[in-house]
């Protein structure tokens, strides 16, 4: 697998467990990737992913908490209007 990054890379060297190492070759077997090398970079940019998801999610709780029951509806408005939209853009 390629880097679809598009960033140089940086060559590093690090000890794992044997449990850690098997979990390595595991998925790189299972997400077909060229070599084991690649496949921390792969776990690491998944592992960010999740952790910039979860601050969306925790940003968005925060205004969702925080909304007002108007602006709510307004949400709820806009949501059912682009529903609607979608629904006759894909006929």
Same mark, same amino acid.
């Given at each position: 697998m390629a880097d679809t990054t598009g960033k140089q890379r940086t060559k590093r060297s690090h000890n794992i467990s044997v449990e850690a190492e098997s979990s390595v070759r595991e998925v790189r077997k299972a997400q077909?990737?060229?070599?084991?090398?690649?496949?921390?970079?792969?776990?690491?940019?998944?592992?960010?992913?999740?952790?910039?998801?979860?601050?969306?999610?925790?940003?968005?709780?925060?205004?969702?908490?925080?909304?007002?029951?108007? +602006?709510? +509806? +307004? +949400?709820?408005?806009?949501?059912?209007?682009?529903?609607?939209q979608m629904a006759r853009l894909f006929r």
């Amino acid at each position: 697998m390629a880097d679809t990054t598009g960033k140089q890379r940086t060559k590093r060297s690090h000890n794992i467990s044997v449990e850690a190492e098997s979990s390595v070759r595991e998925v790189r077997k299972a997400q077909q990737v060229a070599s084991e090398s690649q496949t921390p970079g792969l776990l690491l940019r998944a592992a960010m992913e999740v952790h910039s998801k979860r601050a969306v999610d925790a940003v968005d709780k925060i205004y969702y908490d925080s909304a007002s029951d108007e +602006e709510l +509806e +307004e +949400e709820r408005s806009w949501a059912e209007f682009g529903t609607a939209q979608m629904a006759r853009l894909f006929r």
